[in-house]
């Protein structure tokens, strides 16, 4: 069963088995990510810190790429979605950082939710078809593939860092504060 704390997000398993921990260690970074996000308009989601130029909107699109990079592209060698499927990263290595502002609030939103949702999809179908140790279809420029359990565990340490700079970001528009 899983349990809730305060802010909704759900809590790890305290004696879960390595997937359900990963799992769960994620979906508490998701959440947590989500509650730092939650309820800002534009001008919330376009709020910079000091002379950062980081956006809790260019996290939202960020992440949204990330999910999409790891769990679509290097753990299944799918073609990349809309709208990774017609940027020119060589022209704009930070693309998604840089154009979050063009985008509204609710396209920011549904972008990264939708990518999680193909995500959890995604690496439900590899445990059920290799478990932890299944690799990338994709591999390096040396040939090497990550496993799913690297996968899980960058997307947990990609959050955490990102859910730092959240935490900022966050208590600058309205003082939320929290983990």
Known sequence: MTTFDVQGRPEPPLTG????????????????????CQGL????????VASSSMTLGGMLKHLALVE?????QWLHGQD???????I???ADPDWEWNTASTDTPAQLYKMWQDSVTR???QVTDALT????????VRSSPKGDAPSLRWILLHLVEEYARHNGHAD????????????
């Open 17 to 36: 088995d390595e997937t359900a921990t990963l799992l769960g260690f994620l979906e508490f970074q998701r959440a947590t990510f989500a509650w730092k």
């Open 41 to 48: 308009d534009a001008k919330g989601l376009g709020t910079r």
């Open 68 to 72: 999409d990079w790891w769990c679509s």
């Open 80 to 86: 990349p979605e809309p709208p990774w499927d017609s």
């Open 88 to 90: 020119d990263w060589d």
């Open 119 to 121: 995500s959890r999809a």
């Open 129 to 136: 078809n290799g478990g932890l140790d299944r690799l990338a």
């Open 168 to 179: 900022l970001i966050r208590e600058s528009i309205d003082g939320l504060v929290g983990e």
